[in-house]
């Protein structure tokens, strides 16, 4: 069982930065590979960004490639989602979730989520 904590979120000017952070409980964190989705408000849940369980290999959605970072700190059981240059279409609740085997950008590959945070851009 893993239970993970987003938090992060807010409100930003459109071209700022923020980082999520994601807490997660257990002993096993290193044994999943983790993700970042995100849903906007009508539209259905996007995948973000994966990383693996070592944190060696990550893959981006092409929407945000060269503007955001995630990286995961095994010794912390944490996972980030760095984000800069933002606009306004990346406002959405982000939720992290968690993978028992390898990276994935489908949704339904992972095994637990968090609650979300919401992050809100203004243009």
């Known amino acids: 069982q893993v239970q993970l904590v987003e938090s992060g979120g807010g409100l930003v000017q459109a071209g700022g930065s923020l980082r999520l952070s994601c807490a997660a409980s257990g002993r096993t964190f290193s044994s999943y590979a983790m993700g970042w989705f995100r849903q906007a408000p009508g539209k259905e849940r996007e995948f973000v960004a994966t990383?693996?369980?070592?944190?060696?290999?990550?893959y981006y959605a092409d929407s945000v490639k060269g503007r955001f970072t995630i990286s995961k700190d095994n010794a912390k059981n944490a996972v980030y989602l760095q984000m800069n240059s933002l606009k306004a279409e990346d406002t959405a609740v982000y939720y992290c979730?968690?993978?028992?085997?390898?990276?994935?950008?489908?949704?339904?590959?992972?095994?637990?989520w968090g609650q979300g945070t919401q992050v809100t851009v203004s243009s």
């Open positions: 979730a968690a993978n028992y085997g390898s990276t994935s950008r489908h949704n339904l590959a992972y095994d637990y």
């Open positions: 990383i693996n369980r070592s944190g060696s290999i990550t």
